[in-house]
């Protein structure tokens, strides 16, 4: 398979050599082949089984190239039918951009006017999106200097997953456009396996 993709260019950056073929791990829907650094980049930081540390990177996802990363993530029908991400990147978006504002600065150096995030955020979850009713998401900031441990938030899927609509709207209207049930009234009900294509066209890899 490996050497299947590398023929092809990353369908995120558009500049490196493709590496793995990226699938939601939700729905099981292949994306598309993409290089090993937006793979990473792609993939959540500290992915544990129901919460996730949010770093850094998550600055280009939702950020500096942000419909570039919500057209890939959205290639999946399932989450383009419900017009949301899966839950691990919903969760970093509500921590990154979402709960922003909650989160607490400390003074810089001395002399210095600026302030400092406090700690690193993490978020947990309870719950599955496939029982929305029952799923929550807590934001918490980790490794305050002052000692502190602090929960900013619980949102509740339902009302990050409408948030998340309302922010995706006005970010990538293009995206937006193409989203939500309508769009797919044909789509299956239940996931369908990564299988990879083995009838040697290239073009059938996604």
């Known amino acids: 398979m490996s050497r299947k993709v590398a023929g092809w260019t990353c369908a995120v950056c558009h500049t490196a050599p493709a590496a793995v073929l990226d699938h939601c791990h939700e729905h099981g829907y292949v994306r598309a082949p993409v290089c090993h650094s937006c793979n990473t980049q792609?993939?959540?930081d500290h992915l544990?089984?129901?919460?996730?540390?949010?770093?850094?990177?998550?600055?280009?996802?939702?950020?500096?190239?942000?419909?570039?990363?919500?057209h890939h993530w959205h290639r999946c029908p399932g989450c383009r039918a419900r017009t949301t991400l899966p839950l691990p990147h919903l969760a970093a978006w509500t921590a990154h951009i979402a709960c922003r504002s909650l989160r607490?600065?400390?003074?810089?150096?001395?002399?210095s006017r600026a302030r400092k995030p406090c700690g690193v955020l993490r978020v947990s979850w309870t719950g599955s999106h496939n029982a929305p009713r029952s799923c929550l998401l807590t934001v918490a900031v980790d490794f305050c200097p002052t000692g502190e441990h602090r929960v900013l938030a619980r949102v509740p899927y339902r009302e990050a997953a409408e948030r998340f609509g309302t922010w995706l709207a006005e970010t990538a209207p293009a995206v937006a456009a193409a989203a939500g049930p309508d769009r797919l009234d044909d789509l299956p009900t239940r996931s369908r396996p990564v299988?990879?294509?083995?009838?040697?066209e290239d073009l059938a890899l996604f």
């Open 195 to 200: 299988i990879a294509d083995t009838s040697g």
């Open 104 to 111: 607490p600065t400390h003074r810089g150096p001395r002399g």
């Open 42 to 44: 792609e993939r959540p």
């Open 48 to 70: 544990y089984s129901n919460h996730i540390r949010v770093a850094d990177h998550y600055t280009r996802l939702f950020d500096t190239h942000t419909g570039d990363w919500l």
